[in-house]
């Protein structure tokens, strides 16, 4: 909030330009900067302190020791769901979509009602009014069943734009792609989402598998309240065990993201290193950040599909094309 930075803003700003004004002013004229000192008075007497070696001309500097307070007492006062909404909010790639240009032509904006639910995800407020959904489930104000719903619309939309983000990346760094290859599966009819067509490192062919995991989940919650990203490691540990058999022949990645936009361990690594390729041809290095901008857009656009969709009997078939 505005009031919130007010403050650290004024106290930095006097600090910023007093070397000028005393430059400006005869030393007659002014004396001790009684505005300061009580500024930074009742700054210090809501229990913060600077930082050791901090620049005293920086709102940031000022601003940072409230902010991390303020997140502190929001974790300890909150329940296991808004924790685990919490802890993956604060997680740099959970917020990067936010950063994307809103440009058509690039597939980068999203439409009115779906940024309306993916920031009320992001804050923990009210999505929808309590209904059920078409699975005969009740669902509350918040809407989170629709995101793990069996009967969820969006999980194949959004597992499908995942795995076109990632086929798109690596064409434009130079390495050709296809997706459900033929002839790659672990012997029993399963295959990968994709693959390079000529090698990615080492003499090996890029074997990728993505899936997207919901942080709110109950089989997922608790360890969510506990470290962001624990949803999407656990899933590319199965993703490894479960393609164990094709790392003798190809690089085997598993891309992991959860709903509220963390990522698993191995997944920013490759998603890294892609951008990094990209980078080699275009010699622009924002590629990896639009990269992760692209791939927390798909994420936020199966999401809002989900839970709109969850409503059993509102929308029809023409409106559910129009999403």
């Given at each position: 909030?505005?009031?919130?930075?007010?403050?650290?803003?004024?106290?930095?700003?006097?600090?910023?330009?007093?070397?000028?004004?005393?430059?400006?002013?005869?030393r007659?004229?002014?004396g001790?900067?009684?505005?300061?000192?009580?500024?930074?008075?009742?700054?210090?007497?809501?229990?913060?302190?600077?930082?050791?070696?901090?620049?005293?001309?920086?709102?940031?500097?000022?601003?940072?020791?409230?902010?991390?307070?303020?997140?502190?007492k929001?974790?300890?006062?909150?329940?296991?769901?808004?924790?685990?909404?919490?802890?993956?909010?604060?997680?740099?790639?959970?917020?990067?979509?936010?950063?994307?240009?809103?440009?058509?032509?690039?597939?980068?904006?999203?439409?009115?009602?779906?940024?309306?639910?993916?920031?009320?995800?992001?804050?923990?407020?009210?999505?929808?009014?309590?209904?059920?959904?078409?699975?005969?489930?009740?669902?509350?104000?918040?809407?989170?069943?629709?995101?793990?719903?069996?009967?969820?619309?969006?999980?194949?939309?959004?597992?499908?734009?995942?795995?076109?983000?990632?086929?798109?990346?690596?064409?434009?760094?130079g390495?050709?792609?296809?997706?459900?290859?033929?002839?790659?599966?672990r012997?029993?009819?399963?295959?990968?989402?994709?693959?390079?067509?000529f090698?990615?490192?080492?003499?090996?062919?890029?074997?990728?598998?993505?899936?997207?995991?919901?942080t709110?989940?109950?089989?997922?919650?608790?360890?969510?309240?506990?470290?962001?990203?624990?949803?999407?490691?656990?899933?590319?540990?199965?993703?490894?065990?479960?393609?164990?058999?094709?790392?003798?022949?190809?690089?085997?990645?598993?891309?992991?993201?959860?709903?509220?936009?963390?990522?698993?361990?191995?997944?920013?690594?490759?998603?890294?290193?892609?951008?990094?390729?990209?980078?080699?041809?275009?010699?622009?290095?924002?590629?990896?950040?639009?990269?992760?901008?692209?791939?927390g857009?798909?994420?936020q656009?199966?999401?809002?599909?989900?839970?709109?969709?969850?409503?059993?009997?509102?929308?029809?078939?023409?409106?559910?094309?129009?999403?």
């Open positions: 909030m505005s009031k919130d930075i007010a403050l650290p803003a004024f106290i930095s700003s006097l600090h910023a330009t007093e070397g000028l004004v005393r430059s400006i002013l005869c007659t004229q002014i001790d900067n009684r505005e300061l000192g009580a500024a930074v008075e009742k700054w210090r007497s809501e229990g913060l302190a600077l930082d050791e070696g901090a620049m005293e001309s920086r709102q940031r500097s000022w601003d940072e020791p409230k902010s991390v307070a303020t997140a502190a929001l974790l300890e006062e909150a329940d296991q769901l808004s924790r685990a909404r919490l802890l993956a909010s604060a997680c740099r790639e959970s917020g990067l979509w936010l950063h994307a240009l809103p440009v058509p032509t690039l597939g980068t904006l999203l439409d009115a009602e779906s940024f309306r639910v993916a920031i009320a995800l992001r804050v923990g407020s009210d999505i929808c009014e309590s209904h059920v959904c078409r699975c005969g489930q009740r669902v509350d104000s918040r809407g989170l069943h629709g995101l793990s719903c069996r009967y969820s619309a969006g999980r194949h939309p959004r597992h499908a734009a995942l795995n076109d983000v990632i086929r798109r990346a690596l064409i434009s760094a390495i050709p792609s296809v997706l459900e290859p033929l002839g790659v599966d012997g029993d009819g399963k295959r990968p989402d994709g693959i390079s067509v090698p990615f490192t080492d003499g090996r062919c890029l074997c990728w598998d993505a899936t997207c995991v919901d709110y989940a109950a089989s997922h919650l608790i360890h969510s309240a506990l470290s962001p990203g624990s949803a999407a490691k656990e899933a590319e540990g199965r993703k490894r065990r479960k393609y164990a058999a094709l790392g003798n022949r190809y690089r085997f990645e598993p891309i992991a993201v959860e709903t509220a936009g963390s990522y698993g361990g191995t997944t920013g690594a490759l998603l890294a290193e892609i951008g990094r390729r990209i980078t080699d041809v275009t010699d622009d290095v924002r590629e990896t950040y639009w990269l992760e901008q692209r791939v857009l798909a994420v656009r199966g999401n809002a599909f989900s839970i709109l969709t969850a409503v059993k009997d509102k929308y029809d078939d023409r409106s559910l094309g129009a999403l």
